[in-house]
């Protein structure tokens, strides 16, 4: 049993995602404002599988900023609308997991947009996908963006 009192997960600036904000690592870019960015996931549950990151140090939920969840919502509006067009489906899950206990597995905090249903929802973080298709695609959204 977890104890519901238990200490949060603390911000580590070594974190994957603080490391693409940071430009240590890359990713595959679909677009990008000052307080957000937004990128392929490198192992979709869906084709087309987006993450859309706030520039703050958040872990989860908890502890996003009100102007960089604004923020973030705003870019995910963006995000689905690209997704919409370039897959020509309506069907798009946004999905956002706050603790290890959900199944979190990189603690900044991130909204995932992901076009398909919830009955044919692929394994999490489970199959690294071709980065020639993620490639491909990040291009495909990229272009269909409306700022
Ligand atoms: P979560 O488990 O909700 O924290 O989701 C983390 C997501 O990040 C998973 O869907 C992973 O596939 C994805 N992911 C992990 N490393 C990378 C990376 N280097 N580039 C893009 N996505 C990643």
């Given at each position: 049993?977890?104890d519901i009192?238990q ?5 580590d ?18 677009y ?5 960015l ?16 706030p ?12 102007e960089f969840?604004?923020a ?17 489906r309506?069907?798009?899950i946004?999905?956002?997991?706050n ?13 995932h ?6 009955h044919?929802l692929?394994r ?21 963006i409306?700022?």
């Open positions: 049993m977890t009192n200490q949060a997960t603390a911000y600036d070594n974190n994957i995602f603080a490391k693409m904000l940071n430009g240590d690592i890359p990713c595959h870019k679909i990008e404002d000052d307080k957000t937004a990128f392929m996931d490198i192992m979709p549950q869906a084709e087309g599988h987006v993450l859309v990151i520039k703050q140090k958040a872990v989860d939920l908890s502890d996003l900023e009100p969840a604004a973030v919502l705003m870019t995910s509006q963006k995000v689905m609308q690209a997704q919409r067009k370039v897959f020509e309506e069907g798009i946004q999905m956002q997991l603790g290890a206990q959900a199944g979190q597995t990189v603690f900044h905090y991130h909204v947009l992901i076009p398909t249903s919830i044919e692929g999490h973080a489970a199959v690294m996908a071709d980065q020639e298709q993620l490639a491909k695609l990040a291009q495909q959204l990229a272009s269909a409306t700022v």
